[in-house]
C-alpha cells in the first residue's frame, strides 16, 4: 500500500499537514510519496500529474488531499485503485471546477471541514460525505485547519490503521 498527498491550490508538498500525516504513514512503515502541484494552477492538469505519478504504484493505495487537492484525490481515485480516500476540506462543487460527478469506488473516505471555513462552504463537504456515506468530521476551524492539526493526525492514524 501506498499513500499520495495532494497539496491545496496555494499550498505545497511540505505543508504542515502533509509532514504531520507523512510521519504517522512512516510510524506504520506505509510508503508515501507527496505530488508537487505548484505551477499548475489547473485542477484538470493535477489529476493527470496524480495519476502519472501513481501509474507505477502496484495494488491498492490511499490518497489524501487538501482543498484543491482533495478535489485531485476524489478525481484520480476514478481511475485508481484506491481503497480509501481521506479528505480535508475538500473543494467540492465549486464553479470553476469541471467535474460534477463524485462518484468513487473507495471502500472507505473520511472527510474534515471547518465549520467557519471561508473557501470552501462546509455545506459542500456535508453533500459530499451524505452523498458518499462518508464519515465527517466538521470542527471550529476555518479553511487551512490550522487549529486542527493534533485531530487531524490523531484522526488519520485511526484511518490507516483501518488498511493495515
Do not use: T
Not at 470553476?96 to 471555513?117: F, M, N, P, T
Amino acid at each position: 500500500m501506498k499513500i499520495f498527498f495532494s497539496h491545496g491550490k496555494e499550498s505545497g508538498p511540505k505543508a504542515q499537514k502533509i509532514c504531520a500525516m507523512q510521519a504517522i504513514s512512516q510510524k506504520y512503515g506505509v510508503k508515501s510519496e507527496s505530488i508537487d502541484y505548484r505551477g499548475i494552477e489547473q485542477a484538470g492538469e493535477r489529476v493527470a500529474k496524480l495519476l502519472s505519478a501513481a501509474k507505477s504504484n502496484k495494488g491498492p493505495c490511499l490518497l489524501v488531499g487538501s482543498s484543491m487537492g482533495a478535489y485531485v484525490s476524489i478525481a484520480a481515485s476514478q481511475s485508481l485503485e484506491s481503497a480509501g480516500l481521506f479528505l480535508l476540506a475538500p473543494a467540492v462543487f465549486m464553479p470553476g471546477y469541471e467535474r460534477l460527478d463524485y462518484s468513487s469506488a473507495c471502500q472507505k473516505i473520511h472527510v474534515i471541514h471547518g465549520w467557519q471555513d471561508e473557501v470552501v462552504p462546509v455545506d459542500n463537504a456535508i453533500r459530499f460525505a451524505r452523498e458518499h456515506s462518508a464519515s465527517l468530521h466538521l470542527v471550529n476551524d476555518g479553511h487551512r485547519l490550522g487549529g486542527s492539526i493534533g485531530l487531524i493526525e490523531r484522526e488519520f492514524e485511526q484511518f490507516l490503521q483501518i488498511f493495515l
